[in-house]
């Protein structure tokens, strides 16, 4: 199996890009995660849950069978590669996933939330969806 870091090497050798060292340590990460991801995924039953179900997991009252890994936040200035380093993870891992960005995931979960406003939880009420 290639690693994140092999994939970014031969894709920036493809493309003519120069080698930009912060990106390396973020590949470096993305294949930490990706071991661990892949170390403890489930093999998947049929998903009957909704999109938010799945996007807030960690915030809806079902029991874990598994750990969930943490996860990366990257950010930095524009151009600097986020994108293009997430979509190397996201290309290089065989698990069922959703690939959505944060601005507009959190938009959709406010979105939600309002339809329960005045509700004790809301965030738990989204995450049941």
Known sequence: MTTIKEA???LI??????????????AE?????????????PVP???????????????????????DPRGLYIYGRVGRGK?????LFFNNIDVPKIREHYYHFMQDVH?????YQGSEDPLKLVAKE
């Open 8 to 10: 970014y090497f031969k």
């Open 13 to 26: 050798e493809e493309k003519g890009f120069k080698v930009d060292p912060v990106q390396v340590s973020v």
């Open 29 to 41: 990460s993305y294949d930490k995660l990706r071991t661990k991801i892949l170390a403890d995924a």
């Open 45 to 67: 039953a049929e998903d009957s849950r909704s999109f938010m179900q799945k996007m807030l997991k960690p915030f809806a009252e079902q029991p874990v069978t598994y750990s």
């Open 83 to 87: 994108t293009f380093l997430m979509d």
């Open 111 to 115: 979105q939600k939330m309002r339809q």
